[in-house]
């Protein structure tokens, strides 16, 4: 056993993001790696309900937080804050690690950072300090956005990432078959979307010339093929919360655990569990339709419904829905989704393919329903029913609407469907293997804690 290593982990200020690096950040810790995990204030203010005190260490991790360039009052849903992050927290890191250094801390070994900041790469090869990029969505993704530059080169996008020339792409035969019109950054229709996603897609690039390591939430076995194309790749996950935790750390909403004792009174295999994440909205026409589609099933069924899931300032649901449904179905506004998850009640996911619900589900080998919002989602969505087979997708009808009726048919051929439960139970035995004490995520992940100490 060598010295005690110090990473510094920078996440991106999203659910999403925060939520898989503060995990990681658990594991690092629960081996004896000192982590000091860096993030902006607005986000401190959303996870600090689940610390115990301000400024503590908090089961090996210390958090600590620095002003984002925005004022407090600004909601951060414009992007804003990616530019102005980018001025003012590489300054701030770069001050909290010779403070850290001057005050005897010793030496930081690593800097673990989003893909989606490379600022803060660009700070560690400024100061000298090995690097480890962390990928928290598809890894597939990854291999993607590092095309950019060739596809480019060859006159297939342009500079702004709009596809140019309509071409079929198929990087890995673990990848789905993708037209250069789907490619994430080809958002024509939406200028701010596209001009975001081309940022994030310069970013990547720049931190996988930048990391020693590409540190991602995923497992070697989902597809081998991927360590060809990506170098210096260590899948390291599916990245569980630990067991001991009472509160999930990084959680911006509180988890509502009385959905775990109603789970406890339903049949085996018999819920209905719907979850969107933390950024989807739905419009209220969709809503209702949910609703009622949930109604229709006529299943036991748990529904996560987010103070802000809908468009409108209030939740509303169809009249008297909540009387009818109030004998087997469960609302909640946020709930301990891995427990959900592998809960022997949970039948089926219906869900918006985040990448962190998305392995919460491949390891749990709850079959999925999915209903993708956004950017990464469709690719997921791509994943789940076209490459693993885990899982079905639904068609909305002529108005861009998933009809109740399309729900519930969705939902009783996903529950008859051996092939897929079959599927489902093959990748969750894999997952699980690859986090057991010699799988391939956990030899990885000991390997990097060597490598840091070094
Ligand atoms: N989550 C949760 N409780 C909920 C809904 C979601 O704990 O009621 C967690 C979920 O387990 C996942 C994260 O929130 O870890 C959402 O991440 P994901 O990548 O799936 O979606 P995003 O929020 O980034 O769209």
Redesign the pocket.
């Known amino acids: 056993m060598g010295r005690r290593a110090h990473v510094i982990a920078v996440p991106y200020p999203?659910?999403?993001?925060v939520?898989?690096l503060m995990k990681l950040s658990h594991r690092l810790a629960e081996r004896g790696v000192k982590v000091t995990f860096l993030t902006t204030e607005f986000i401190y203010a959303k996870i600090m309900w689940a610390l115990p005190q301000k400024g503590e260490e908090h089961s090996g991790i210390h958090i600590v937080s620095v002003p984002d360039g925005l004022e407090a009052e600004h909601d951060r849903k414009d992007g804003m804050v990616i530019d102005s992050m980018a001025k003012v927290m590489p300054g701030h890191l770069e001050e909290l690690i010779r403070k850290m250094e001057e005050s005897g801390e010793g030496r930081i070994d690593c800097v673990i950072v989003d893909t989606l900041l490379g600022w803060a790469l660009e700070v560690a090869v400024k100061m000298g300090i090995n690097r480890a990029a962390f990928c928290p969505y598809a890894v597939g993704l990854l291999a993607m956005d590092i095309q950019f530059p060739k596809l480019m080169e060859a006159g297939i996008v342009d500079s702004n990432g709009t596809t140019v020339k309509d071409e079929v792409i198929q990087l890995s035969p673990g990848m789905p078959a993708m037209n250069t019109t789907e490619i994430i950054w080809n958002s024509p229709d939406n200028p701010m979307v596209q001009e975001i996603m081309l940022g994030f897609v310069l970013s990547i690039n720049q931190a996988v010339k930048l990391s020693n390591w590409i540190l991602c939430n995923s497992f070697y076995e989902l597809d081998p093929s991927l360590h060809d194309l990506i170098p210096n790749l260590r899948p390291i996950g599916p990245l569980l919360m630990s067991n001991h935790l009472q509160q999930?750390v990084g959680?911006f909403?509180q988890?509502d655990s009385t959905c775990l004792s109603w789970l406890d009174k339903q049949p085996p295999c018999s819920v209905v569990y719907v979850?969107f994440?933390?950024?989807?909205i739905f419009s209220q026409h969709q809503f209702d339709e949910l609703a009622l589609g949930l109604e229709l099933i006529g299943r036991p069924f748990l529904w996560?419904v987010r103070s802000d899931l809908t468009a409108g300032s209030d939740i509303v649901y169809p009249d008297g829905f909540k009387d009818r449904v109030a004998h087997h179905g469960k609302i909640?506004m946020?709930?301990?989704?891995?427990k959900v998850l592998a809960h022997p009640s949970t039948a089926c996911f219906i869900?918006?393919c985040?990448?962190?619900?998305?392995t919460?589900g491949l390891i749990t080998g709850v079959p999925f329903i999915s209903w993708p919002y956004f950017v990464d989602?469709f690719y997921n969505e791509r994943c789940i029913c076209d490459i693993w087979k885990v899982g079905l997708g639904l068609s909305p009808d002529k108005d861009g609407i998933i009809s109740r009726h399309e729900i519930k048919s969705k939902v009783e051929s996903l529950l008859c469907d051996q092939g897929i439960r079959a599927n489902a139970l093959k990748l969750k035995e894999m997952a699980r293997k690859s986090i057991s004490e010699d799988g391939s995520s956990s030899k990885n992940l000991e390997d990097f804690i060597e490598q840091i100490r070094c």
Do not use: D, R
Request: no cysteine; aromatic share 10%; hydrophobic share 30%.
């Open positions: 999203q659910q999403g993001h939520m898989p999930h959680s909403w988890e979850a994440g933390s950024i989807t996560v909640v946020w709930a301990p989704q891995q869900t918006h985040g990448w962190n619900s998305t919460e989602q």
